[in-house]
Each structure stands twice: as C-alpha cells, then as structure tokens.
Nanobody, 130 residues
Framework: QVQLVESGGGSAQAGGSLRLSCKAVGYSYSTYLLAWFRQTPGEEREGVAVMDSDGNTDYKESVKGRFTISRDNNKRTLYLQMNSLEPEDTATYYC????????????????????????WGQGTEVTVSS
C-alpha cells in the first residue's frame, strides 16, 4: 500500500518562496511516476508538475520557470520548489503517484488527469498574499 504525506505548506507573500515535500512509503518508489496537483474551492484539481522515474519533467504553463519538481529516491521524497509565488498559486497542493506508468508521455489523455493516479496524499495548504 502506497502512502503519501505532504508537508511544507504555509503562507508567503507574493514574490516569496515555499518548498513542499511529499514523503512516500511503498515498494519500488524509484520506479513511480510522481506529480503535484493543486485545487481551490469549487474548482477541479489541476496538474502542476510531473516527474517520471527517468527524471523527465513537465509543468503547467503558468508555473514554468517558477516551480521546480525534484525527487530524492533514497529519501523516498518528492519536492516542489515554488519561487516567485503569486496570489493565484493559493491552493491546496497534493502529491500523487502512479506505480504502473514509466513515462508520462504514455498517458493518452495527458499527465494532468487525476484518474491517472491511484495514490494521493492528504494535501497541504499554500496561501500567497499580495
């Protein structure tokens, strides 16, 4: 059973930085495809960044150049470094894992579909003030 636990959320001012972490417990973590999503009340959960087991990454357009996804397989931890934060980044952030897919290009409907990921963390809140 895969368990994911996020941490690192909090408050920041616009232009500031936060780093989110997602600790995983599970088998063969290094082969998992991992992603960050976010959600605001009344809105659908949207994909923010993805990293596959080979280290390939992709990002939501609005966070490119500001956010960086990374992973430490030895620590079984996924990270999201968020710089130049904007009020629009305010959301609950979730990490997600897919143990069955090697590359996110394999998804026929795109990596940002929530249905691709069977495992989710509980979420961590990020609030960015202007």
């Amino acid at each position: 059973q895969v368990q994911l636990v996020e941490s690192g959320g909090g408050s920041a001012q616009a232009g500031g930085s936060l780093r989110l972490s997602c600790k995983a417990v599970g088998y063969s973590y290094s082969t998992y495809l991992l992603a960050w999503f976010r959600q605001t009340p009344g809105e659908e959960r949207e994909g923010v960044a993805v990293m596959d087991s080979d280290g390939n990454t992709d990002y939501k357009e609005s966070v490119k150049g500001r956010f960086t996804i990374s992973r430490d397989n030895n620590k079984r931890t996924l990270y999201l470094q968020m710089n130049s934060l904007e009020p629009e980044d305010t959301a609950t952030y979730y990490c997600a894992a897919d143990p069955h897919t090697r590359h996110f290009t394999y998804y026929t409907t795109g990596w940002s579909k929530t249905s691709n990921y069977p495992h989710w963390g509980q979420g961590t809140e990020v609030t960015v003030s202007s």
